[in-house]
């Protein structure tokens, strides 16, 4: 009877170190996942950060819109229709954010009615390949491509005063293309007050320079003089003396 009553108390208090055991267990697993799954977010978060480092984050602003989109085909045949035309010195299709832009390059001795001529030309050339109702045209509230056609003489010597360049473009929002000649400027008198403003401060900055320069030209010419002077009296000084130790 005693021995049952050992055994039961045996087998009692090896219960409740089993039942201590798991919960000491349970509590010591559910304390490491708390530590753990922080560090470990925070692991996850900083080695995509470091991954992403130097890769731009892009979007899409345009999604839903360009439909239909201008296709790579398409374009190169406008590259190719424009180059064939007359008086087409040199040109370029480029798509830029959603915008084509056209640039050709007339002859160097055209005035402003032939160049916007020309642009007038270029554009009707890209529409007939893109219909500019399709393309070029907002429908529905859905965003589509802007166009422009860029139509400039003296491309090497933008300076001259025979240089002309004209812009004619199109917004998807617009019913019809605008010219602009914007080697004009709207304001002539404006824009040479202001080229006169430049030319002035040029000047007023090249003489300050020379001022400078000449400022630091004397101070250096009357250091070496004297420098001069005091290596003279030395010299003097050096004479004087051994005459003074043969008088004694």
């Not at 270029?122 to 529409?127: E, H």
């Not at 019913?175 to 080697?183: C, F, R, T, W, Y």
């Not at 320069?213 to 101070?219: Q, V």
Request: hydrophobic share 40%; proline share 3%; aromatic share 6%.
């Amino acid at each position: 009877m005693a021995n049952d009553k050992v055994k039961s108390a045996a087998r009692k208090k090896a219960a409740g170190k089993k039942r201590n055991l798991h919960t000491t267990g349970f509590i010591f697993w559910i304390c490491a996942i708390l530590i753990v799954a922080p560090i470990a977010v925070l692991g996850w978060i900083l080695l995509s950060s470091a991954m992403d480092t130097g890769s731009p984050v892009l979007g899409n602003r345009y999604e839903g819109d360009l439909d239909p989109a201008i296709t790579k085909e398409q374009m190169t045949e406008i590259e190719n229709a424009v180059a064939s035309l007359g008086d087409v010195e040199n040109s370029s299709v480029q798509m830029v954010t959603a915008t084509m832009r056209v640039y050709a390059d007339v002859p160097d001795d055209w005035g402003v009615d032939a160049v916007r001529a020309k642009a007038d030309e270029i554009y009707s050339t890209v529409t007939s390949i893109l219909d500019p109702a399709v393309y070029f045209t907002q429908t529905d509230g859905r965003k589509m491509y802007d166009i422009e056609i860029h139509v400039y003489n003296l491309a090497a010597d933008r300076e001259s005063d025979a240089f002309v360049y004209v812009i004619e473009n199109k917004t998807s929002s617009m019913g019809s293309p605008i010219a602009s000649v914007v080697s004009e400027p709207l304001d002539a008198e404006l824009a040479q007050r202001l080229r006169d403003d430049v030319e002035a401060r040029k000047a007023a900055e090249e003489e300050a320079r020379l001022a400078e320069e000449a400022e630091a030209a004397d101070a250096a010419e009357a250091e070496a003089a004297g420098e001069g002077e005091g290596e003279a009296e030395g010299a003097e000084n050096a004479e004087e003396a051994p005459e003074e130790n043969t008088e004694g």
